[in-house]
């Protein structure tokens, strides 16, 4: 099966260990890429997440997670795993763009793990983590990389099965689970969403995914081109 953003959830895909902050299939974890930083003490906000993998590694990490997710499923997995792990989390179910229970300025990191794929207005999300981080803290996140997107992930020599510009729903389903689809998006429009809520990008990723790494969730189409884009902007300043 290829590679779809709930690998990381645990019930649908890849089931992942609560190590490493992950990014994508068989890509550097955040021990690697080190793009949000050192988050002991910090006050961390995830969007989308899943069963909690990153939401536990990010508390054993010694920092104060509030994590959040349209699934009910995916926050009582998270609470579990987070019980299991000895850690405590903070959740809320609900859509990501509403974060009305999070103050103004009193986020230190944002993060989302393939957790934006399937909102329909990201530019609300983009300002409502500009209106809760603090200035110049870092907002991390990773999608599926827009020329992934492109080709068919069943094949083994590449295939194209839509255009770059074409920005209609990507349907999936696995193990009998339909989800909702995803949303595919360019990386010109994710710049230009980010820079109109008020986010300077300092950090654009596209690497490779390695085989091993990658495990069940392998794709031969991960030859050809890099499966994630990671991406990380900046509040700026007033």
């Not at 194209?160 to 360019?186: I, Q």
């Given at each position: 099966m290829a590679w779809t953003r709930f690998s990381l959830a645990g019930p649908v895909g890849v089931a992942l260990a609560a190590d490493a902050v992950r990014y994508g299939p068989g890509v550097p974890t955040e021990d690697e890429l080190k793009l949000l930083g050192r988050v002991e003490g910090k006050r961390v906000l995830e969007l989308g997440c899943g069963a909690g993998a990153c939401t536990v590694a990010l508390a054993k990490a010694g920092a104060r997670v509030v994590a959040v997710d349209t699934a009910v499923r995916n926050i009582d997995d998270t609470r579990e795993r987070a019980e299991r792990e000895g850690v405590r989390v903070e959740t809320h179910h609900g859509p990501l763009a509403d974060l009305a229970f999070v103050r103004a300025d009193t986020i230190d990191a944002a993060l989302s793990t393939y957790g934006l794929t399937a909102v329909g207005d990201l530019d609300r999300v983009f300002r409502q983590v500009h209106r809760v981080l603090r200035t110049d803290r870092p907002f991390v996140f990773s999608v599926p990389?827009?020329?992934?997107?492109?080709?068919?992930?069943?094949?083994?020599?590449?295939?194209?099965?839509?255009?770059?510009?074409?920005?209609?729903?990507?349907?999936?389903?696995?193990?009998?689970?339909?989800?909702?689809?995803?949303?595919?998006?360019?990386?010109?429009?994710?710049?230009?969403?980010?820079?109109?809520?008020?986010?300077?990008?300092?950090?654009?990723?596209?690497?490779?995914?390695?085989?091993?790494?990658?495990?069940?969730?392998?794709?031969?189409?991960?030859?050809?081109?890099p499966p994630t884009l990671v991406v990380r902007a900046r509040k700026l300043g007033n």
């Open positions: 990389h827009p020329a992934f997107v492109l080709l068919d992930p069943a094949g083994g020599e590449p295939v194209l099965r839509r255009a770059w510009w074409d920005t209609s729903p990507v349907t999936w389903s696995a193990s009998g689970v339909d989800a909702e689809p995803d949303r595919p998006v360019t990386l010109a429009s994710l710049v230009s969403g980010l820079g109109r809520a008020g986010f300077g990008v300092d950090a654009v990723v596209e690497p490779p995914a390695d085989r091993a790494a990658a495990g069940e969730a392998w794709s031969d189409t991960m030859r050809w081109v």
